[in-house]
């Protein structure tokens, strides 16, 4: 049975908020916040210095409310507020795992009139000398990989690049990851250097390059010098394989490239990874091959689960090495995380590391992925809207613990 998102002594009920009925300019582009204020009558003269304003508040200083934006006149703060907000998508529910895994529920306002709002999720993994966020690029996802979670979740849209960015927010706002805020304490956060969020990984619901112009809009938002100011080297696009946009992410963008591996021959990867049947193998490789980002120095990841009896054997281990020549990689071995109604098991820990010093042993980096966030189903391939599967009194239940946390 499928254990429904509620919180436990573990999970934090995070402020729930009336989604806005204006439109937030949190997550736009330096282009759209122009618009923005060419709509409100800004002059052209003024629009650049305008959009540098709101440009360092929202992304450089976190303000969730035109009020904090002391340099900017009082005039144009009260017609910013009467016509938009820096509202973000709804918190409906933190959890907190115990090794500090944060993961947040999130829920969109509807695109369209009459449209029901939807959810998508966005974890956080703290090191000592960095975190991570994890973000999601669309509303489910049509992949249907055999042993991911969040492929038993039909697809119901991309996400535009507000959206993802707007994921990076929340996260920094809850963390307090902004200069003179608050800091969050908890087990597990960065003891290390003055941000929290440190990388970003296109890892979260959905598959990035079916959301390409998306997430290359978002890329340019969060790489920004002068508001996020997280490099290029410091987020990674993961990929199940869709080869065509692989070049052009590489060519445009430039972010680190991560690809859902999982298996070394084409019948396999078949079962696995479904798109495996329309971009095989082969043309896999050649695209990482001739990625523009690629080098000794910029590395592509390959993430490879492991599975119990299906592709963990010597064997295995020996043709990846082989299927890997000629591609500056490493070899992410991530043991597999279970799910309710999974077929699949975790390959016992003597096989990973027998797998791993194999690889090892080829020259590749091979590190084990330490399972993060499973007592809140964050964990690599477990993230999925559980609110799909709550019943109305339950989600009035979530949204009452929540309220009462304020």
Avoid at 61 to 73: I, K, P, Y
Avoid at 93 to 114: F, H, M, Y
Wanted: glycine share 8%; hydrophobic share 40%.
């Amino acid at each position: 049975m499928y254990a429904p998102m509620m919180p436990s002594p573990t999970a934090v009920a995070a402020p729930v908020a009336a989604l806005s009925i204006l439109p937030s300019l949190a997550g736009l582009d330096r282009e759209k916040l122009g618009l923005a204020l060419a709509a409100i009558g800004v002059p052209e003269r003024e629009r650049k210095m305008r959009v540098n304003q709101l440009w360092h508040w929202i992304y450089l200083r976190g303000a969730t409310d035109f009020a904090e934006m002391t340099n900017v006149s009082k005039t144009l703060r009260t017609q910013l507020a009467e016509h938009y907000s820096l509202a973000r998508p709804e918190i409906v529910v933190e959890q907190v795992s115990q090794d500090g895994t944060r993961k947040w529920l999130l829920r969109l306002p509807a695109e369209t009139p009459g449209e029901r709002p939807h959810e998508v999720e966005a974890v956080y993994i703290p090191e000592r000398d960095r975190g991570t966020l994890c973000v999601s690029s669309q509303v489910g996802c049509t992949l249907n990989c055999a042993f991911c979670h969040t492929g038993t979740q039909r697809l119901v849209r991309n996400l535009t690049a507000a959206e993802i960015v707007a994921q990076v927010l929340v996260a920094r706002d809850r963390l307090g990851d902004y200069p003179g805020r608050e800091r969050a304490v908890g087990p597990g956060l960065p003891t290390e250097g003055d941000r929290l969020v440190t990388n970003i990984v296109f890892m979260g619901m959905g598959e990035p390059l079916y959301a390409y112009d998306s997430v290359a809009e978002a890329i340019e938002i969060l790489a920004d010098g002068d508001g996020l100011g997280l490099g290029k080297r410091r987020i990674t696009v993961s990929t199940s394989g869709v080869v065509p946009e692989i070049e052009k992410l590489g060519r445009e963008v430039g972010p680190m490239l991560a690809i859902s591996l999982h298996a070394v021959r084409d019948d396999l990867r078949d079962v696995l990874v479904p798109i495996n049947k329309k971009y095989p193998i082969a043309e896999l490789m050649e695209a990482c091959r001739t990625y523009p980002a690629a080098s000794n120095a910029k590395r592509i990841t390959f993430e490879y689960v492991m599975l119990k009896g299906v592709n963990d054997s010597p064997a295995d281990a020996r043709a990846l090495v082989k299927l890997l020549e000629g591609v500056p990689a490493k070899i992410n071995l991530i043991p597999f995380n279970p799910w309710p109604g999974t077929k699949y098991e975790c390959s016992d820990w003597e096989t990973i590391e027998k797998f791993s010093d194999i690889v090892f042993r080829a020259g590749y980096a091979s590190p084990v992925r330490t399972p993060r966030g499973r007592d809140i189903l964050a964990a690599c391939g477990q993230l999925k809207s559980e609110t799909e599967k709550l019943s109305a009194r339950e989600r009035l239940a979530l949204r009452a613990m929540a309220a009462a946390a304020e």
